[in-house]
């Protein structure tokens, strides 16, 4: 069982945790305007949230450079705690170094965010670095494995579709929403191209 650290005090320099909760909701407006994915809102949603229930976990007043060093540091180490990370106890596994990456990364826009808004004069997070994030390498299908797929894609109800979404998928990349929001229009046969929407929106 991890021990509780103690309580944290407000440096006087921090943002109030009231404070925190104000500009999350401002933020996330923000996001909407900005036409942000869904996806990429409600996950910025569920960070913050987090990091509040964690500041609130730790008896915190406000929210600075340790409250944020201690809120990595449960993020890397809360699934050792019987009631599991974020108090889920099927939150029982490390995370990945990219999901550490990710919170950082959007936590970061987070905070350049109330510098704009002349919340904060500096970012509390400036002082933590980027975690390294050193992803295992991508290792590509062999002959067989594409020769057992485009058999498989032969005992379907629909052969020559599914052939061609194989190819689509193995020739571009393409993520899955990608593929499954593609459209006639989207087809350029002549040119031999394919407008696709990512995220985000871009094209």
């Known amino acids: 069982m991890m021990k509780r650290s103690l309580p944290c005090t407000n440096s006087g320099s921090d943002i109030s945790l009231a404070e925190l909760k104000t500009y999350t909701e401002g933020w996330l407006l923000s996001c909407e305007i900005d036409q942000h994915s869904p996806n ?14 964690f500041l609130e976990r730790e008896n915190c007043a406000s929210c600075g450079l340790n409250e ?4 990595f540091h449960y993020i ?10 974020w108090g889920n106890p099927k939150e029982n596994q490390p995370v990945k170094p990219g999901t550490i990456a990710t919170y950082h990364r959007h936590l970061k826009a987070f905070f350049n965010w109330m510098i704009e808004e002349h919340a904060i004069e500096v ?36 052969p020559l579709r599914d052939e061609a979404i194989l190819w689509v998928l193995l020739d571009t990349g393409l993520r899955a929403t990608e593929l499954c929001s593609l459209k006639f229009g989207d087809l350029d046969m002549q040119g031999r191209l394919l407008r696709v929407e990512g995220k985000g929106g871009k094209k």
């Open 40 to 53: 990429t809102i409600t996950f910025r949603s569920n960070l913050l949230k987090k990091l509040v229930w």
């Open 76 to 85: 890397q180490n809360g699934y050792k705690n019987p009631e599991g990370r």
């Open 123 to 158: 970012s509390p997070l400036q002082r933590i670095p980027t975690p390294v994030d050193r992803p295992d390498e991508v290792q590509p299908f062999t002959d067989a494995q594409v020769q057992s797929l485009l058999n498989a894609t032969k005992r379907t109800q629909n």
């Open 68 to 71: 944020l060093r201690k809120f």
